[in-house]
Protein backbone atom coordinates (compact mmCIF):
# COMPACT_ATOMS: atom_id res chain seq x y z
CA UNK A 1 0.00 0.00 0.00
CA UNK A 2 1.27 3.60 -1.00
CA UNK A 3 1.17 6.21 1.34
CA UNK A 4 1.47 9.71 0.86
CA UNK A 5 2.71 11.61 4.11
CA UNK A 6 1.70 15.10 5.29
CA UNK A 7 1.94 17.30 8.32
CA UNK A 8 -1.72 18.43 8.34
CA UNK A 9 -4.68 16.88 6.58
CA UNK A 10 -8.17 18.77 6.72
CA UNK A 11 -11.24 17.07 5.75
CA UNK A 12 -13.39 19.98 4.58
CA UNK A 13 -12.97 22.68 1.88
CA UNK A 14 -15.66 24.69 3.74
CA UNK A 15 -14.71 28.37 5.22
CA UNK A 16 -13.44 27.14 8.16
CA UNK A 17 -11.15 24.46 6.26
CA UNK A 18 -9.80 26.41 3.66
CA UNK A 19 -9.01 30.07 6.25
CA UNK A 20 -7.25 27.24 8.31
CA UNK A 21 -5.00 26.37 5.04
CA UNK A 22 -4.59 29.74 4.64
CA UNK A 23 -3.57 30.26 8.07
CA UNK A 24 -0.28 28.58 7.62
CA UNK A 25 0.40 29.54 4.20
CA UNK A 26 3.84 30.70 6.28
CA UNK A 27 4.80 27.93 7.85
CA UNK A 28 6.67 24.87 7.04
CA UNK A 29 4.05 22.36 7.26
CA UNK A 30 2.78 20.27 4.65
CA UNK A 31 -0.77 20.49 3.94
CA UNK A 32 -3.03 18.38 2.31
CA UNK A 33 -6.79 19.27 1.63
CA UNK A 34 -9.96 16.95 1.06
CA UNK A 35 -13.31 17.79 -0.86
CA UNK A 36 -15.36 16.27 -2.73
CA UNK A 37 -16.00 19.74 -4.87
CA UNK A 38 -14.77 23.51 -5.33
CA UNK A 39 -16.91 26.25 -5.18
CA UNK A 40 -18.60 27.77 -7.25
CA UNK A 41 -19.83 31.65 -7.60
CA UNK A 42 -23.45 32.33 -7.11
CA UNK A 43 -25.38 33.26 -10.12
CA UNK A 44 -26.38 37.15 -9.41
CA UNK A 45 -26.70 37.33 -5.91
CA UNK A 46 -25.65 34.84 -2.74
CA UNK A 47 -28.90 33.98 -0.90
CA UNK A 48 -26.47 32.81 1.76
CA UNK A 49 -24.54 34.95 3.02
CA UNK A 50 -22.44 36.33 6.81
CA UNK A 51 -22.12 38.84 8.75
CA UNK A 52 -18.45 39.18 9.36
CA UNK A 53 -17.00 40.73 12.85
CA UNK A 54 -14.58 43.55 12.58
CA UNK A 55 -12.33 40.93 14.38
CA UNK A 56 -12.69 38.40 11.46
CA UNK A 57 -11.76 40.71 8.77
CA UNK A 58 -8.81 41.38 10.44
CA UNK A 59 -7.95 37.69 9.85
CA UNK A 60 -9.08 37.54 6.73
CA UNK A 61 -7.05 40.58 5.94
CA UNK A 62 -4.10 38.73 8.07
CA UNK A 63 -4.43 35.99 5.95
CA UNK A 64 -4.44 37.57 2.64
CA UNK A 65 -7.94 37.16 1.51
CA UNK A 66 -9.57 40.68 2.30
CA UNK A 67 -8.04 42.70 -0.15
CA UNK A 68 -9.05 40.65 -2.82
CA UNK A 69 -13.04 40.55 -2.14
CA UNK A 70 -14.74 42.97 -4.58
CA UNK A 71 -15.39 46.01 -2.84
CA UNK A 72 -18.84 46.47 -4.69
CA UNK A 73 -20.22 43.17 -3.11
CA UNK A 74 -19.53 44.34 0.37
CA UNK A 75 -21.56 45.94 2.77
CA UNK A 76 -20.60 47.66 6.35
CA UNK A 77 -23.24 47.78 8.88
CA UNK A 78 -23.10 51.14 10.46
CA UNK A 79 -25.83 50.07 13.24
CA UNK A 80 -28.43 47.65 14.23
CA UNK A 81 -32.25 47.92 15.28
CA UNK A 82 -33.29 44.88 17.15
CA UNK A 83 -37.49 45.54 18.05
CA UNK A 84 -39.22 42.94 19.98
CA UNK A 85 -42.48 41.13 19.86
CA UNK A 86 -44.21 43.84 22.14
CA UNK A 87 -42.57 47.01 20.55
CA UNK A 88 -39.54 47.06 22.93
CA UNK A 89 -36.39 48.28 21.04
CA UNK A 90 -32.60 47.57 21.49
CA UNK A 91 -30.32 50.16 18.82
CA UNK A 92 -26.85 49.87 18.20
CA UNK A 93 -24.33 51.97 16.93
CA UNK A 94 -20.61 51.42 15.39
CA UNK A 95 -20.04 55.43 15.54
CA UNK A 96 -21.36 55.61 19.38
CA UNK A 97 -19.39 52.12 20.05
CA UNK A 98 -16.38 54.62 18.59
CA UNK A 99 -15.91 51.70 15.88
CA UNK A 100 -16.04 52.48 12.33
CA UNK A 101 -18.34 49.54 11.38
CA UNK A 102 -20.57 46.84 13.80
CA UNK A 103 -19.17 44.10 10.79
CA UNK A 104 -19.75 43.32 6.91
CA UNK A 105 -21.90 41.59 5.32
CA UNK A 106 -20.50 39.17 2.40
CA UNK A 107 -21.97 36.28 0.60
CA UNK A 108 -20.64 33.07 1.30
CA UNK A 109 -19.84 31.93 -1.93
CA UNK A 110 -17.50 34.94 -2.59
CA UNK A 111 -15.11 34.02 0.66
CA UNK A 112 -15.43 30.63 -0.45
CA UNK A 113 -14.02 31.39 -3.78
CA UNK A 114 -11.26 33.71 -2.91
CA UNK A 115 -10.10 31.18 -0.13
CA UNK A 116 -9.93 28.66 -2.47
CA UNK A 117 -8.13 30.98 -5.38
CA UNK A 118 -5.86 31.87 -1.89
CA UNK A 119 -5.08 27.95 -1.01
CA UNK A 120 -4.72 26.80 -5.18
CA UNK A 121 -1.66 29.33 -5.52
CA UNK A 122 0.07 27.80 -1.74
CA UNK A 123 3.08 26.06 -2.45
CA UNK A 124 2.56 24.03 0.89
CA UNK A 125 -1.01 22.70 0.07
CA UNK A 126 -1.70 20.09 -2.05
CA UNK A 127 -5.38 20.10 -3.29
CA UNK A 128 -7.49 16.41 -3.06
CA UNK A 129 -10.27 17.63 -5.41
CA UNK A 130 -12.62 15.56 -6.34
CA UNK A 131 -11.69 13.40 -3.21
CA UNK A 132 -13.63 11.78 -0.96
CA UNK A 133 -12.69 10.30 2.82
CA UNK A 134 -14.23 6.32 2.83
CA UNK A 135 -11.86 4.87 6.10
CA UNK A 136 -10.39 6.65 9.14
CA UNK A 137 -7.59 5.18 11.43
CA UNK A 138 -5.54 6.38 14.04
CA UNK A 139 -2.55 5.65 15.24
CA UNK A 140 0.01 6.63 17.59
CA UNK A 141 2.16 7.89 15.01
CA UNK A 142 0.13 8.90 12.65
CA UNK A 143 -3.67 9.74 11.45
CA UNK A 144 -4.67 7.78 8.45
CA UNK A 145 -6.73 8.34 6.03
CA UNK A 146 -8.35 6.05 3.41
CA UNK A 147 -10.25 8.01 -0.16
CA UNK A 148 -13.03 6.39 -1.87
CA UNK A 149 -10.77 6.00 -5.11
CA UNK A 150 -7.88 3.89 -2.78
CA UNK A 151 -5.44 6.83 -2.40
CA UNK A 152 -4.21 6.72 1.57
CA UNK A 153 -3.24 9.43 3.40
CA UNK A 154 -1.24 9.93 6.40
CA UNK A 155 -0.70 12.59 8.93
CA UNK A 156 0.72 14.10 12.24
CA UNK A 157 -2.73 16.07 12.19
CA UNK A 158 -6.02 15.61 11.38
CA UNK A 159 -8.36 17.94 11.23
CA UNK A 160 -12.25 17.69 11.17
CA UNK A 161 -13.55 20.85 8.91
CA UNK A 162 -16.39 19.12 7.13
CA UNK A 163 -19.43 20.85 8.49
CA UNK A 164 -22.70 19.87 10.82
CA UNK A 165 -22.97 15.77 9.98
CA UNK A 166 -18.96 15.54 10.05
CA UNK A 167 -17.92 12.40 8.18
CA UNK A 168 -14.78 12.90 10.16
CA UNK A 169 -16.35 13.62 13.81
CA UNK A 170 -18.99 10.39 13.03
CA UNK A 171 -16.01 7.92 11.94
CA UNK A 172 -14.45 8.46 15.48
CA UNK A 173 -17.19 8.25 17.17
CA UNK A 174 -16.84 11.76 19.09
CA UNK A 175 -20.41 12.51 20.31
CA UNK A 176 -22.85 15.29 19.16
CA UNK A 177 -25.66 16.24 21.37
CA UNK A 178 -28.05 17.75 19.20
CA UNK A 179 -31.10 19.67 19.66
CA UNK A 180 -33.69 20.67 16.73
CA UNK A 181 -35.79 23.38 16.46
CA UNK A 182 -38.24 22.59 14.86
CA UNK A 183 -37.48 25.73 12.58
CA UNK A 184 -36.20 26.79 9.20
CA UNK A 185 -34.15 29.69 8.54
CA UNK A 186 -35.41 30.69 5.14
CA UNK A 187 -33.32 33.12 3.17
CA UNK A 188 -33.54 35.04 -0.27
CA UNK A 189 -32.29 38.35 -1.52
CA UNK A 190 -34.74 41.72 -2.34
CA UNK A 191 -33.99 44.90 -3.89
CA UNK A 192 -35.42 47.75 -1.73
CA UNK A 193 -37.46 51.13 -2.51
CA UNK A 194 -35.92 53.38 0.21
CA UNK A 195 -31.91 52.87 0.89
CA UNK A 196 -30.74 50.49 4.20
CA UNK A 197 -27.90 53.34 5.13
CA UNK A 198 -25.79 50.45 6.55
CA UNK A 199 -28.53 49.31 9.30
CA UNK A 200 -28.80 45.69 9.87
CA UNK A 201 -32.43 45.20 11.19
CA UNK A 202 -34.20 42.27 13.19
CA UNK A 203 -37.31 41.41 14.92
CA UNK A 204 -38.51 38.91 16.69
CA UNK A 205 -41.73 37.73 15.86
CA UNK A 206 -44.02 35.43 16.83
CA UNK A 207 -43.42 33.69 14.18
CA UNK A 208 -39.79 34.07 14.63
CA UNK A 209 -37.07 36.14 14.17
CA UNK A 210 -36.86 37.41 10.76
CA UNK A 211 -33.19 39.76 10.28
CA UNK A 212 -32.58 42.33 6.91
CA UNK A 213 -28.47 42.39 6.53
CA UNK A 214 -28.07 45.44 3.71
CA UNK A 215 -25.80 44.46 0.65
CA UNK A 216 -24.90 46.68 -1.39
CA UNK A 217 -26.51 49.02 -3.21
CA UNK A 218 -30.20 49.21 -2.07
CA UNK A 219 -30.13 45.53 -1.53
CA UNK A 220 -30.64 43.28 1.01
CA UNK A 221 -30.44 39.56 2.43
CA UNK A 222 -32.99 38.26 4.46
CA UNK A 223 -32.80 35.26 7.08
CA UNK A 224 -36.57 34.18 8.55
CA UNK A 225 -36.25 32.04 11.29
CA UNK A 226 -39.57 30.54 11.58
CA UNK A 227 -41.28 27.25 12.45
CA UNK A 228 -41.22 24.29 9.48
CA UNK A 229 -45.15 24.89 9.00
CA UNK A 230 -44.75 28.75 8.09
CA UNK A 231 -41.44 28.36 6.72
CA UNK A 232 -42.91 26.08 4.09
CA UNK A 233 -45.49 28.35 2.96
CA UNK A 234 -43.00 31.18 2.58
CA UNK A 235 -41.26 28.84 0.09
CA UNK A 236 -44.43 28.14 -1.76
CA UNK A 237 -45.39 31.78 -2.13
CA UNK A 238 -45.19 33.63 -5.70
CA UNK A 239 -42.35 36.07 -5.78
CA UNK A 240 -44.81 38.99 -5.20
CA UNK A 241 -46.72 37.93 -2.55
CA UNK A 242 -43.34 36.63 -0.79
CA UNK A 243 -41.71 40.41 -1.15
CA UNK A 244 -45.22 41.53 0.07
CA UNK A 245 -45.11 39.26 3.24
CA UNK A 246 -41.38 39.88 4.22
CA UNK A 247 -41.68 43.97 3.72
CA UNK A 248 -44.79 43.99 5.83
CA UNK A 249 -43.01 41.70 8.63
CA UNK A 250 -40.71 44.55 8.74
CA UNK A 251 -43.13 47.55 9.07
CA UNK A 252 -42.37 48.46 5.21
CA UNK A 253 -39.34 50.46 6.92
CA UNK A 254 -37.74 49.97 3.14
CA UNK A 255 -40.57 50.41 0.55
CA UNK A 256 -41.81 47.90 -1.73
CA UNK A 257 -38.95 44.78 -2.30
CA UNK A 258 -38.61 43.18 -5.79
CA UNK A 259 -37.21 39.40 -5.43
CA UNK A 260 -33.28 38.81 -6.57
CA UNK A 261 -32.97 35.78 -5.89
CA UNK A 262 -35.46 32.35 -4.82
CA UNK A 263 -36.08 31.93 -1.52
CA UNK A 264 -34.69 28.49 -0.08
CA UNK A 265 -34.35 27.02 3.50
CA UNK A 266 -32.11 25.15 5.65
CA UNK A 267 -32.82 23.54 9.15
CA UNK A 268 -31.88 24.91 12.55
CA UNK A 269 -30.29 22.98 14.93
CA UNK A 270 -27.87 23.81 17.70
CA UNK A 271 -25.18 20.80 17.75
CA UNK A 272 -23.27 20.42 21.19
CA UNK A 273 -20.14 18.38 20.57
CA UNK A 274 -18.03 17.98 24.10
CA UNK A 275 -15.02 16.73 22.81
CA UNK A 276 -13.50 18.67 20.00
CA UNK A 277 -10.23 16.86 20.00
CA UNK A 278 -8.46 13.84 20.45
CA UNK A 279 -5.00 12.47 19.86
CA UNK A 280 -3.49 13.29 16.57
CA UNK A 281 -7.40 15.24 15.76
CA UNK A 282 -9.33 18.99 15.56
CA UNK A 283 -12.32 19.41 14.92
CA UNK A 284 -13.05 23.63 13.62
CA UNK A 285 -16.36 25.41 12.50
CA UNK A 286 -19.59 23.83 12.27
CA UNK A 287 -18.32 20.20 12.86
CA UNK A 288 -17.16 21.94 16.29
CA UNK A 289 -20.61 23.46 16.70
CA UNK A 290 -23.98 24.48 15.67
CA UNK A 291 -25.67 28.01 17.01
CA UNK A 292 -29.05 29.13 16.30
CA UNK A 293 -28.62 31.76 13.31
CA UNK A 294 -30.07 34.55 15.37
CA UNK A 295 -26.84 36.33 16.38
CA UNK A 296 -25.26 36.24 13.21
CA UNK A 297 -22.03 34.59 14.51
CA UNK A 298 -21.31 31.19 13.08
CA UNK A 299 -18.68 31.74 10.94
CA UNK A 300 -17.30 34.26 13.06
CA UNK A 301 -16.46 31.15 15.49
CA UNK A 302 -15.76 28.89 12.77
CA UNK A 303 -12.79 31.74 11.50
CA UNK A 304 -11.82 31.87 15.41
CA UNK A 305 -11.24 28.48 15.05
CA UNK A 306 -9.71 28.67 12.10
CA UNK A 307 -7.19 31.63 13.73
CA UNK A 308 -6.00 30.02 16.94
CA UNK A 309 -5.49 26.60 15.91
CA UNK A 310 -3.05 28.11 13.03
CA UNK A 311 -1.54 30.45 15.69
CA UNK A 312 -0.84 26.99 18.17
CA UNK A 313 0.40 25.12 15.33
CA UNK A 314 2.73 28.53 14.12
CA UNK A 315 4.16 28.82 17.14
CA UNK A 316 4.64 25.95 18.99
CA UNK A 317 9.00 24.55 19.83
CA UNK A 318 9.64 22.72 16.57
CA UNK A 319 10.30 19.68 18.23
CA UNK A 320 6.50 19.43 19.74
CA UNK A 321 4.10 17.10 17.94
CA UNK A 322 1.40 19.04 16.17
CA UNK A 323 -0.72 16.03 17.15
CA UNK A 324 0.34 15.51 20.50
CA UNK A 325 -2.68 15.74 22.85
CA UNK A 326 -1.60 18.36 24.92
CA UNK A 327 -1.07 20.98 22.00
CA UNK A 328 -4.60 19.98 21.00
CA UNK A 329 -6.23 20.48 24.04
CA UNK A 330 -4.84 23.80 24.30
CA UNK A 331 -6.46 24.72 21.37
CA UNK A 332 -10.31 23.46 22.70
CA UNK A 333 -9.19 25.12 25.95
CA UNK A 334 -8.88 28.27 24.20
CA UNK A 335 -12.13 28.25 21.83
CA UNK A 336 -14.75 26.45 24.69
CA UNK A 337 -15.65 29.83 26.41
CA UNK A 338 -16.75 31.79 23.12
CA UNK A 339 -18.38 28.87 21.36
CA UNK A 340 -20.60 28.29 24.96
CA UNK A 341 -20.79 31.93 25.26
CA UNK A 342 -22.66 32.07 22.25
CA UNK A 343 -24.39 28.81 21.96
CA UNK A 344 -25.87 29.86 25.35
CA UNK A 345 -26.93 33.34 24.48
CA UNK A 346 -28.32 32.08 21.14
CA UNK A 347 -30.42 29.07 22.62
CA UNK A 348 -31.29 31.83 25.54
CA UNK A 349 -33.02 34.07 23.38
CA UNK A 350 -34.97 31.72 21.06
CA UNK A 351 -36.69 30.46 23.91
CA UNK A 352 -37.05 33.92 25.21
CA UNK A 353 -39.09 34.64 22.70
CA UNK A 354 -40.56 31.52 22.76
CA UNK A 355 -42.59 31.70 25.75
CA UNK A 356 -45.97 32.99 26.52
CA UNK A 357 -46.68 33.15 30.08
CA UNK A 358 -48.84 35.44 31.14
CA UNK A 359 -46.85 38.83 31.58
CA UNK A 360 -43.68 37.36 30.24
CA UNK A 361 -44.05 39.45 27.06
CA UNK A 362 -43.97 42.68 28.98
CA UNK A 363 -41.46 41.30 31.02
CA UNK A 364 -38.88 40.67 28.15
CA UNK A 365 -39.65 43.90 26.32
CA UNK A 366 -38.77 45.74 29.46
CA UNK A 367 -35.56 44.39 29.62
CA UNK A 368 -34.73 45.14 26.14
CA UNK A 369 -35.94 49.04 26.64
CA UNK A 370 -33.98 49.06 29.78
CA UNK A 371 -31.15 48.13 28.50
CA UNK A 372 -31.28 50.05 25.39
CA UNK A 373 -31.86 53.08 28.08
CA UNK A 374 -28.24 51.83 29.45
CA UNK A 375 -25.41 53.54 26.62
CA UNK A 376 -22.27 51.89 28.81
CA UNK A 377 -23.91 47.91 29.00
CA UNK A 378 -24.75 48.25 25.14
CA UNK A 379 -21.51 49.16 24.02
CA UNK A 380 -20.22 46.46 26.13
CA UNK A 381 -22.07 44.50 24.13
CA UNK A 382 -21.06 45.71 21.13
CA UNK A 383 -17.58 45.54 21.76
CA UNK A 384 -17.70 42.28 22.76
CA UNK A 385 -19.64 41.12 20.23
CA UNK A 386 -16.99 42.56 17.62
CA UNK A 387 -14.04 41.51 19.10
CA UNK A 388 -12.84 45.11 20.04
CA UNK A 389 -11.82 44.29 23.43
Not at 50 to 59: H, I, K
Not at 69 to 87: C, F, N, Q, T, Y
Not at 151 to 168: E, F, I, K
Not at 370 to 378: R, S
Amino acid sequence: MQVTRFDVLIVGGGLAGLALACALRDTRLKIALVEQRPPHPAPGWDARVYAVSPANADFLQTIGIWKHLPAERMAPISAMKVVGDGGARLDFSAYAAGLPELGWILESSLMACELWENVKRQSNVTLLCPATPAKLEMGTASALLTLTDGRTLAASLLVGADGRDSWTRTALGLRAHVTAYDEMGVVANFECQSPHRGIARQWFRRDGVLAWLPLAGNRISIVWSTPDENARALLALPAEELCSRVAAAGECELGPFTLLTPATAFPLRLVRVPQIVAPRLALLGDAAHGIHPLSGHGINLGYQDARTLAELLAARPEWQDIGSERLLKAYQRQRREETLLMQATTHALHHLFQQDFPGFRTLRNLGMNLTNALPVVKNMLVRYATGAF
